[in-house]
Nanobody, 124 residues
Framework: QVQLVESGGGLVQAGGSLRLSCAAS????????MAWFRQAPGTSLREFVA?????????AYADSVKGRFTISRDGAENRVFLQMNSLKPEDTAVYYC????????????????WGQGTQVTVSS
């Protein structure tokens, strides 16, 4: 089992930056792909944002965040970050961290472990 805890959300003005963090605990001795998804207000869909596979050599981003968001890991690979720059009101959402040992695609259904989410609100 892996437990994921997100932090770093908050309220920011458009054009500002936030850095989200996801701490993994439990059976983290095995490598996991780590991803970020978001769920906008009033929607039930968790939208793919970014992923870093278990080797750290492959990253991918949703087109809507390319060039603005960066996913990274710390050296021990038990924490993943999402640096969000040039934030827009449409980035407002609950951001979730997800992990899986064998999947690193854009489908939310492929990930076996999820955090509780952290709220990001971008004001215009």
């Amino acid at each position: 089992q892996v437990q994921l805890v997100e932090s770093g959300g908050g309220l920011v003005q458009a054009g500002g930056s936030l850095r989200l963090s996801c701490a993994a605990s439990g059976r983290t001795s095995s490598s996991y792909a780590m991803a970020w998804f978001r769920q906008a207000p009033g929607t039930s869909l968790r939208e793919f944002v970014a992923v870093d596979n278990w080797t750290g050599a492959i990253t991918a981003y949703a087109d809507s965040v390319k060039g603005r968001f960066t996913i990274s890991r710390d050296g021990a690979e038990n924490r993943v970050f999402l640096q969000m720059n040039s934030l827009k009101p449409e980035d407002t959402a609950v951001y979730y961290c997800a992990a899986d040992r064998t999947y690193y695609g854009a489908g939310s259904g492929g990930y076996g472990y999820w955090g509780q989410g952290t709220q990001v609100t971008v004001s215009s």
